[in-house]
């Protein structure tokens, strides 16, 4: 455990349990916060990376593919 956990888990630790509880649903509530912020960073990577691709030609058919993975099997 690094220096501020400790720090942080001292104060914590001496507080009443009701208030620990607060602190656990924060931090719950952070990590929460993160992962939306994640998912949306991650999907707007996405989007930014595809943008204008919609309007390229496609190389290769539905069927391409469908022939590709029977023969794979």
């Known amino acids: 455990m690094g ?3 400790r720090k942080i888990f001292k104060e914590i630790e001496s507080l009443p349990e009701e208030q620990q509880v607060e602190i ?3 931090i719950q509530f952070l990590r929460s916060k993160l992962r939306r912020e994640e998912k949306l960073w991650n ?3 996405l989007d930014s990376a ?3 691709m919609e309007d390229e030609p496609l190389i290769y058919s539905e069927d391409d593919i469908k022939e590709h993975l029977t023969n794979d099997s």
């Open 50 to 52: 595809m943008k204008g």
């Open 43 to 45: 999907s707007f990577s």
């Open 3 to 5: 220096n501020l956990a």
């Open 24 to 26: 656990l649903d924060f």
